[in-house]
């Protein structure tokens, strides 16, 4: 047994110590990127599989990190949600994305995606409705994306919230359908604004039957409910055929652009409502 614990000892410390340095040095980074302002917002656009055009942006986060280039949310926002640092990053983007947005055309949108853990903190509700008093942005216009995982424990404070929120005038959003366990249910109790299929199933589009068959039905219940359905990841132009044929109503991905700064929204809106 002593030589098992040696063993173990010997083979787990360093992997073991590597991972706490790294998770030591992202958690002081991002300490240090709230306040040097390191983080920037990316947006990319959401597109009517209609005739309309453009209808809004969803807003994505990076974090340009000195000396080690533009860092990706996957890659910093699980040690955020980690030390509670979510709930700063979280705030700032959310204004940002309203600030960006008021300057835009009238009908365009935003959505910011909202984390779990942001989800269940007391102020969500009092952030988001000063986020929209102080940058005067219509509240119609902004969107919140909620992911599916968030719901699994379904109790009455998530519902509250999701109510508070819509009050607000806010468009709800559940994000990455089809990827939890909860979805269906959710969706009998609380109306969403809007739904997202997750890009896992745009990407077997249109030869996969599966997918062919989810991406119908979850647009059938749209239509039925009265829920837009947006498809993710669309890449290629056989994917939107598809998803156009099945009966979504937006779709979003590198096939129209991929996410872009600020400064190159204006002319991203021409060029979509050209096409
Ligand atoms: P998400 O909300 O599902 O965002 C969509 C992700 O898919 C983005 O990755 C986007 O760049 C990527 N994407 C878009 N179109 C395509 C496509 O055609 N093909 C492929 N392969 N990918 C596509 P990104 O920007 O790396 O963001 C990853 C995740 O990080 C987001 O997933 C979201 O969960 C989270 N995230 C991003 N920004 C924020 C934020 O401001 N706050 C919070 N809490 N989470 C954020
Ligand atoms: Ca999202
Ligand atoms: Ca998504
Ligand atoms: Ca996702």
């Given at each position: 047994a002593k030589a098992d614990?040696?063993?173990?000892?010997?083979?787990?410390?360093?992997?073991?110590?590597?991972?706490?340095?790294?998770?030591?040095d992202l958690k002081l980074g991002l300490h240090e990127a709230l306040r040097q302002g390191e983080f920037e917002l990316h947006y990319q656009p959401l597109v009517c599989t209609g005739e309309s055009g453009i209808r809004g942006f969803e807003a994505l986060i990076r974090w340009r990190r000195p000396g080690r280039g533009l860092i990706r949310p996957a890659d910093f926002i699980p040690v955020a949600e980690e030390t509670g640092l979510i709930g700063p990053i979280g705030e700032w983007a959310l204004r940002e994305a309203c600030r960006e947005a008021a300057r835009w055309p009238d009908g365009i949108g935003i959505s910011v995606n909202v984390s779990s853990v942001q989800f269940r903190d007391k102020g969500l509700v009092e952030s988001v409705r000063r986020a929209l008093a102080d940058t005067e942005l219509a509240p119609g216009r902004l969107e919140l994306e909620i992911t599916e995982s968030v719901l699994l424990q379904d109790d009455d404070a998530n519902l509250g919230t999701l109510r508070e929120l819509r009050a607000l005038g806010a468009r709800i959003v559940m994000d990455d359908f089809g990827t939890g366990y909860s979805a269906l249910g959710y969706l009998c109790r609380f109306r969403f604004d809007k739904v997202k299929i997750d890009r896992s199933f745009v990407a077997n589009l249109p030869r996969c039957d599966g997918s062919t068959a989810v991406v119908q039905a979850v647009a059938g219940m749209g239509r039925n409910l009265g829920i837009v359905i947006t498809a993710e990841g669309v890449e290629e132009q056989s994917q939107l055929d598809a998803v156009r044929r099945l009966g979504c109503h937006e779709a979003q991905g590198y096939l129209f652009s991929r996410p872009v700064p600020a400064a190159e929204v204006p002319a991203l809106i021409a060029r979509l409502r050209e096409s």
């Open positions: 614990g040696r063993n173990t000892h010997r083979f787990f410390a360093p992997e073991m110590a590597e991972r706490l340095k790294s998770f030591h």
